[in-house]
Every structure is written in C-alpha cells, then in structure tokens.
C-alpha cells in the first residue's frame, strides 16, 4: 500500500506559478512510476506529466508541456509539479497518482495504483 498526499495548491494570478508537492508514504515510492492528473468541473480527469522510478523519463501533456515540470526526490519520497505561466484552462483539482506499471512511463489513469485526494489550483484574470 501507498499513501499519497497532495499540497502546494492554491489561488494565483494568469502568468504566476505554483509548485505542488506529493509526499509518499507506505511501500518505498521509488518502486513506482509516478505521474500528476487534473480534473477540473465537469471534466473527465486527464494526464499532465508523468516520470520513471528514478526520475530519468518524463512525459508531458503537449497542453502542459514548456510550462509544467514534474521532478521526484526519492530520498523524500516526494514528487513534484512546477507550474509556470499558469492559465485560466489550468484550473483542476490536481492529483498525484503511483503506478507500479514497468517498461513504460504511464499517462492513462488506469495505469495508476493509487491516488492522493487531489490539491486545488485555480487560476484567476
């Protein structure tokens, strides 16, 4: 079992940036893939940015991509999303999720064995 806790969100300003946290507990994190999922209302849940167990491999949302950074610090057993130039359309609750998925960086929710109750970010005009 993993336990995922999510923080770092809050209210910013269109251009600002926000940087969240997901702090692992439980089964050693650096046994996961890790990856960040957003909702926002009425919306399905979607992929914004995922990173291999040793934080070699990421991938991004291509609406994300150039503003976002995931990064992991497996001694802290955390992840991280660094939200740069931040939208209007980045409003969500955002999610961290682990998976144990092997030989591939996994961007579909149903690769994902865990979730943190998700952090909300609202982007304000």
């Known amino acids: 079992q993993v336990q995922l806790v999510e923080s770092g969100g809050g209210l910013v300003q269109a251009g600002g940036s926000l940087r969240l946290s997901c702090v692992a507990s439980?089964?050693?994190?650096?046994?996961?893939?890790m990856g960040w999922f957003r909702q926002a209302p009425g919306k399905e849940r979607e992929f914004v940015a995922a990173i291999t167990r040793s934080g070699s491999g990421t991938s991004y949302a291509a609406s994300v991509k150039g503003r976002f950074t995931i990064s992991r610090d497996n001694a802290k057993s955390t992840l991280y999303l660094q939200m740069n130039s931040l939208k209007l359309e980045d409003t969500a609750v955002y999610y961290c999720?682990?998976?144990?998925?092997?030989?591939?960086?996994?961007?579909?929710?149903?690769?994902?064995?865990?979730w943190g109750q998700g952090t909300q970010v609202t982007v304000s005009s």
């Open positions: 999720g682990a998976s144990a998925l092997l030989m591939t960086i996994p961007t579909r929710g149903r690769d994902y064995d865990y």
């Open positions: 439980g089964r050693t994190s650096s046994m996961y893939a």
